[in-house]
């Protein structure tokens, strides 16, 4: 009895903490784009759905890599 709780509060704490790990990533990928979208937009005066186009990066990478 005891080792059937045991693995049920085993799991439950490996299920918090990927659960706890997942929203971290979400929330640091939301507060990028947030970022990427204030620094292009309002201080680079750019429109800010250019900051999410395949084609600002591309240029973007080109200017750093010559």
């Given amino acids: 009895m005891a080792e059937k709780l045991m693995?049920?509060?085993?799991?439950?704490?490996?299920?918090?903490?990927?659960?706890?790990?997942?929203m971290y990533l979400l929330l640091l990928f939301l507060f990028?784009?947030?970022?990427?979208?204030?620094?292009?937009?309002?201080?680079?005066?750019?429109?800010?759905?250019?900051?999410?186009s395949q084609d600002t990066w591309r240029h973007i990478i080109d200017l750093v890599m010559k």
Avoid at 7 to 22: F, M, N
């Fill in 7 to 22: 693995k049920k509060s085993v799991w439950a704490t490996v299920g918090k903490t990927l659960l706890r790990v997942i």
């Fill in 32 to 52: 990028f784009v947030i970022g990427l979208i204030i620094g292009y937009a309002i201080i680079g005066k750019g429109n800010f759905w250019e900051v999410l």
